[in-house]
């Protein structure tokens, strides 16, 4: 049990674009959903906490006009890259708490490597 | 603010032997969670490990257990019988317990391989 999805694994886009990552909990409900951003060989930075039904907490300096969640269900929260450009390239990785209190640790998705050619 | 602070960027242990991964922390709250993850090359979150801190007992899982010393604010993991798989990134993680709110702070890692 407790198996977050993303899609897609991996993505390359052309500059300018956006770009639209899915995080789903497939056996669970999820109220509060994480984004993180992971730069090679460094450790998982948050980026945002997502919030089923209001707007998402972002991360001290983390631009929210480009990077665009909606959490819009309980088992589904999108990640927006908008106008991508190259420094965005990175591996993005979703986490979900279960809501109903019987587990208080984060479940991972598998991340999905973007690369902004 | 709460810190996390791991001080071993990598290490590296013979197959079958034990490893010990360091980590610190600091912060204000009595109550909070410790957890030690493993992210191997696949990239996939693993957790390894959790810790109550409102428990005295060191968390075993298996081959994987821990050394919590609340007062001095450390949270080392120990893997016996260390094993190829093992071969992977180990990141610390602190976690308030405030109702509601989950939000992991990370250490920068540890990358550990494991030799035959």
């Known amino acids: 049990g407790a198996v977050v999805s993303q899609h897609p694994s991996w993505v390359i886009c052309k500059s300018g674009t956006s770009v639209k990552i899915e995080c789903r909990s497939l056996d669970f409900q999820a109220t509060t959903m994480f984004w993180y951003r992971q730069f090679p060989k460094q450790s998982l930075m948050l980026m945002a906490t997502s919030n089923e039904g209001s707007k998402a907490t972002y991360e001290q300096g983390v631009e929210k006009d480009k990077f665009l969640i909606n959490h819009a269900s309980l088992t589904l929260s999108t990640l927006t890259v908008t106008s991508a450009h190259p420094e965005d390239s990175s591996f993005y990785i979703c986490?979900?708490?279960?809501?109903?209190?019987?587990?208080?640790?984060?479940?991972f998705g598998p991340g999905t490597r973007l690369t902004v050619t | 603010a709460q810190t996390v602070t791991q001080s071993q960027p990598e290490m590296s242990v013979q197959e079958a032997e034990t490893v010990t991964l360091s980590c610190t922390y600091d912060t204000s709250e009595n109550n909070y969670y410790l957890f030690w993850y493993k992210q191997p090359p696949s990239r996939q979150m693993i957790l390894v490990i959790r810790q109550e801190a409102y428990k005295q007992q060191n968390a075993t899982e298996n081959r994987f257990s821990v050394n919590f010393q609340k007062a001095a604010k450390s949270f080392s993991l120990k893997i016996s019988d260390s094993q190829l798989g093992d071969t992977a990134m180990y990141f610390c993680a602190f976690m308030r317990a405030t109702s509601g709110t989950y939000k992991y702070i990370f250490g920068t890692g540890t990358r550990l391989k494991v030799l035959a």
């Open positions: 986490s979900a708490s279960p809501d109903g209190g019987w587990t208080y640790e984060q479940y």
